[in-house]
């Protein structure tokens, strides 16, 4: 069984910058394409950037040369570093990972369960 941890998120002001990291845990898995997504009060979940396992990045454009996305030493550890952070950045931020099971030919995606991030004054 494979879970994705995340850790950090919290409450921080406008233009102030936040980590959070998130960890596969488990046996007998493969990750593959690693991300973080994001869904604000009566909106949608959209992609706020993800990495490929040849490291190859995406990001939304809303979020472009403010956060920055990567894996850890391990590949089944991903961080996304926020910077001038904005109220409109608020939202619960997921983890997400495709990833495949020891003896499974495909992957399936796996999804944190969420962590908060709040940009108020």
């Known amino acids: 069984q494979v879970q994705l941890v995340e850790s950090g998120g919290g409450l921080v002001q406008p233009g102030g910058s936040l980590g959070l990291s998130c960890a596969a845990s488990?046996?007998?898995?493969?990750?593959?394409?690693m991300g973080w997504y994001r869904q604000a009060p009566g909106k949608e979940r959209e992609l706020v950037a993800r990495?490929?396992?040849?490291?190859?990045?995406n990001y939304a454009d809303s979020v472009k040369g403010r956060f920055t996305i990567a894996r850890g030493n391990a590949t089944n550890t991903v961080f996304l570093q926020m910077h001038s952070l904005k109220p409109e950045d608020t939202a619960v931020y997921f983890c997400?990972?495709?990833?495949?099971?020891?003896?499974?030919?495909?992957?399936?995606?796996?999804w944190g369960e969420g962590t908060m991030v709040t940009v108020s004054s």
């Open positions: 997400n990972g495709y990833i495949r099971l020891l003896g499974e030919v495909a992957g399936t995606t796996y």
């Open positions: 488990g046996s007998g898995f493969t990750v593959y394409h």
């Open positions: 990495l490929t396992r040849g490291r190859d990045t």
